[in-house]
């Protein structure tokens, strides 16, 4: 089997295409996930079981289906209800919304992290419960997890070739359609598999470091 660079130079423009859609997916879809997940986390310290109960169920329920079903679903079930999205904004959804149950759980722990000596100090202040949260339990619970967020990031960006199953054409999506035209496997993915190596593990060794940053 010969390399052939003359596959590879007619692929990049496509390739660039899809890298800057599965950027986009990536930062939307994190941006969804840490936005619901800390809302879920605070719902499920809700003094009411009434509030707890239902997103209890409703995030296992997501946690436990896979991402490539929910987007199916999203994509091809709602429009039948007519409930219609594009396929970019279907993904970002459905990634943001499947990571939340994780990043939910992230928050919770950072928010259990935080020493009881905080909340004391607060309720002896008088501090509002909203003052509480804000000034005081939640700057050190989210310092707590960022690492744990960012290792997430990094598991999203290795999800989002699961968009080109709805037609959203990112990298792996280009690099598919590239080939199918031209016949030529080989260079194109290899390209987009390097091109995920030099994304995800430098912004791992940045996480790792920003572990360490925040640990001193």
């Not at 879809?29 to 969804?32: A, F, N, Q």
């Given at each position: 089997m010969k390399w052939d660079w003359d596959a590879v130079?007619?692929?990049?423009?496509?390739?660039?295409d899809g890298l800057l859609v599965t950027l986009q997916a990536l930062v939307l879809?994190?941006?969804?996930s840490f936005a619901l997940g800390l809302v879920w986390a605070l719902l499920m310290r809700a003094p009411s079981r009434?509030?707890?109960?239902?997103?209890?169920?409703?995030?296992?329920?997501?946690?436990?289906?896979?991402?490539?079903v929910q987007l199916f679903f999203l994509f091809y079930v709602l429009p039948e209800w007519e409930?219609?999205?594009?396929a970019m904004t279907t993904g970002v959804v459905a990634i943001g919304?499947?990571?939340s149950t994780y990043t939910m759980q992230v928050y919770r722990a950072g928010i259990e992290g935080v020493p009881a000596?905080?909340?004391?100090?607060?309720?002896?202040?008088?501090?509002?419960?909203?003052?509480?949260?804000?000034?005081?339990?939640?700057?050190?619970a989210i310092r707590r997890v960022v690492p744990a967020l960012g290792n997430y990031v990094i598991s999203m960006l290795k999800d989002t070739p699961l968009l080109m199953a709805i037609t959203v054409l990112d990298?792996?999506?280009?690099a598919r359609l590239f080939a199918q035209q031209n016949f030529q496997f080989t260079e194109p993915l290899t390209v987009i598999g390097v091109a995920f190596i030099l994304i995800s593990y430098p912004a791992s060794l940045l996480m790792r470091a920003l572990e360490r940053r925040l640990v001193r």
């Open positions: 130079g007619d692929f990049m423009p496509h390739f660039w879809g994190s941006l969804i009434w509030v707890r109960w239902p997103v209890g169920v409703v995030t296992e329920f997501i946690r436990n289906t896979p991402l490539l409930i219609t999205f594009s919304l499947h990571y000596g905080q909340w004391e100090a607060a309720t002896a202040l008088n501090l509002p419960m909203r003052r509480t949260w804000t000034a005081v339990i939640l700057p050190q990298m792996l999506g280009e």
